[in-house]
């Protein structure tokens, strides 16, 4: 009698356990609808993607990253920004991951950097001053303004700074930015001066290498005057940017009321690459141009007037006076 029920006892226990064990499987799997929510969750972005996208966009070496507060000369108040120094370049992006930059300062002729006393604890401000504007900057903190001075004070002044307070691993950085932008500038400079060896004269760059019809050498404020003053002539203009070696398009839309927009056109290799949501890169100028068009399907047209003097632009016709100079021969 005691022998069974030492054996139903046993038999009540193993059956119990597998009941536990099957219950326990139940809860630690999900179910296959479950499953396949948990598997539609978006991918987080990879931080090398972003990385290369950067230096595509930028063509410029990272030296230092981080959250600026900035505050430029048309700014009321300061603007957030994570930001990255590229050769002597700073960019700005609205966060950690955008991979297009909203803004730029090139702080390569940077006269000095001024600190200014803060009210605020933990918190590092000074100032760019540079020939044309001046930049407030303030950090999230000390330890983070002491490294931005010094990164910036390095690749402008190509020196290491002797009166900021950074750990030797951080001064050692230094070091190897200051080598690196050094470098940078020598390979600049040969490529520089080998392009210009290879390039033929003026006269023949126009024939070899020619430019939309909507190509003009105005500036932003010039652009946008040409466009106003003669609608009928198109309503797109490509346009030196503000460096030697990039573009802008200044476009003037009528959708509710007439609206002027810029867009920047970086050279990058042999190629162009428009600043948009989504970046687009093209092979020449022209196809930009074609984008454009076929992208507002025809609503943009390029501003092209017969003669000059149709749109009172200076700028262009000095260039056009430089080129008859050299050959006269041009019509």
């Given at each position: 009698?005691?022998?069974?029920s030492?054996?139903?006892?046993?038999?009540?226990?193993?059956?119990k356990?597998?009941?536990?064990?099957?219950?326990l499987r139940?809860?630690t799997?999900?179910?296959?609808?479950?499953r396949?929510?948990?598997?539609?969750?978006?991918?987080?972005?990879a931080p090398?993607?972003?990385?290369?996208?950067?230096l595509?966009?930028?063509?410029?070496?990272?030296?230092?990253?981080?959250?600026?507060?900035?505050?430029?000369?048309g700014?009321?108040?300061?603007?957030?920004?994570?930001?990255?120094?590229?050769?002597?370049t700073?960019?700005?992006?609205?966060?950690?991951?955008?991979?297009?930059y909203?803004?730029?300062?090139?702080?390569?002729?940077?006269t000095?950097?001024?600190?200014?006393?803060?009210?605020?604890?933990n918190?590092?401000?000074?100032?760019?001053?540079?020939?044309?504007?001046?930049?407030?900057?303030?950090?999230e903190n000390t330890?983070?303004?002491?490294?931005?001075r010094?990164?910036i004070l390095?690749?402008t002044?190509?020196?290491?700074?002797?009166?900021?307070?950074?750990?030797?691993?951080?001064v050692?950085?230094?070091?190897e930015?200051?080598e690196?932008?050094?470098?940078?500038?020598i390979?600049?400079e040969?490529?520089t001066?080998?392009e210009?060896?290879?390039e033929?004269t003026?006269?023949?760059?126009?024939?070899l290498?020619?430019?939309?019809?909507?190509f003009?050498?105005?500036?932003?404020?010039?652009a946008t005057?040409m466009?106003q003053?003669?609608?009928?002539?198109?309503n797109?203009?490509?346009?030196p940017g503000?460096d030697?070696r990039?573009?802008?398009?200044?476009?003037?839309?009528e959708?509710d009321?007439?609206?002027?927009?810029?867009?920047?056109v970086?050279?990058?290799?042999q190629n162009?690459?428009?600043?948009?949501?989504?970046?687009?890169?093209l092979?020449?100028l022209?196809?930009?141009?074609d984008?454009?068009v076929k992208?507002?399907?025809g609503?943009l047209?390029?501003?092209i007037?017969?003669?000059?003097?149709?749109?009172g632009?200076?700028?262009?016709?000095?260039?056009?006076?430089?080129?008859l100079k050299?050959n006269?021969h041009?019509?």
């Open positions: 009698m005691q022998s069974g030492h054996h139903n006892y046993k038999a009540a226990m193993s059956w356990s597998l009941r536990i064990s099957f219950c139940r809860e799997k999900p179910h296959t609808k479950e396949g929510m948990m598997a539609k969750k978006p991918p987080k972005p090398r993607r972003i990385f290369q996208e950067r595509k966009i930028t063509a410029l070496p990272l030296y230092f990253e981080g959250f600026l507060l900035v505050k430029r000369s700014y009321q108040e300061y603007e957030h920004y994570w930001t990255e120094l590229r050769g002597t700073l960019f700005f992006y609205t966060d950690k991951k955008s991979t297009i909203i803004d730029k300062l090139d702080i390569i002729d940077l000095c950097l001024a600190e200014q006393n803060s009210t605020e604890k918190c590092a401000k000074f100032t760019l001053v540079l020939p044309k504007e001046e930049v407030q900057l303030k950090t330890e983070s303004g002491e490294e931005w010094g990164f390095t690749v002044e190509l020196s290491v700074p002797q009166n900021v307070s950074l750990l030797p691993g951080q050692i950085k230094l070091h930015v200051l690196r932008e050094k470098k940078r500038r390979e600049t040969q490529s001066s080998v210009k060896e290879k033929p003026e006269d023949y760059v126009d024939v290498n020619p430019m939309p019809a909507c003009y050498t105005v500036s932003r404020k010039e005057e466009l003053k003669n609608p009928s002539l198109g797109m203009i490509l346009r503000s030697s990039n573009y802008s398009i200044t476009i003037r839309q959708i009321m007439p609206r002027i927009k810029h867009y920047k970086m050279s990058v290799g162009y690459t428009i600043e948009l949501e989504k970046p687009v890169t092979p020449n022209f196809s930009v141009i984008y454009f992208e507002t399907r609503n047209r390029p501003f007037c017969s003669t000059d003097e149709n749109t632009q200076e700028p262009n016709m000095e260039g056009r006076s430089e080129k050299k006269p041009i019509a």
